[in-house]
């Protein structure tokens, strides 16, 4: 099981991290990756990172540069950097993982089994 946890209401230009944690199993060798669905629009990919003993980071371009993604495998937990935040990242961040996401398909959310519920960030212009 997974959880996010983290959001919240920012400024425009501030910074959140957001925290995805796993129960239940272990998660060093799970691709994790974000997304975030913004109201009345499709579900977007953000960031993600491949398992234990692989090392690929992939963002999307709307965050490259702004969000960094990193995991400590010694507490289970994968984290989103969120920096410069701006209003069009207003959205609910979800993460998911899975054992097989290849790297050419991190940023394919139906290559991940495990989704947990979202938490909302909210940025104010």
């Known amino acids: 099981q997974l959880q996010a946890s983290g959001g919240g209401l920012v400024q425009a230009g501030g910074s959140l991290r957001l925290s995805c944690a796993a129960s239940?199993?272990?998660?060093?060798?799970?691709?994790v990756g974000w997304f975030r669905q913004a109201p009345g629009k499709e579900r977007e990919f953000v960031a993600a990172?491949?398992?234990?003993?692989?090392?690929?980071?992939k963002y999307s371009d709307s965050v490259k540069g702004r969000f960094t993604i990193s995991r400590d495998n010694a507490k289970n937990t994968v984290s989103l950097q969120m920096n410069s935040l701006k209003p069009e990242d207003t959205a609910v961040y979800y993460c998911?993982?899975?054992?097989?996401?290849?790297?050419?398909?991190?940023?394919?959310?139906?290559?991940?089994?495990?989704w947990g519920e979202g938490t909302l960030v909210t940025v104010s212009s």
């Open positions: 998911a993982g899975d054992r097989n996401v290849i790297v050419g398909l991190l940023a394919t959310a139906n290559q991940y089994d495990y």
């Open positions: 990172i491949t398992g234990l003993g692989r090392s690929a980071i």
């Open positions: 239940g199993r272990t998660f060093s060798s799970y691709a």
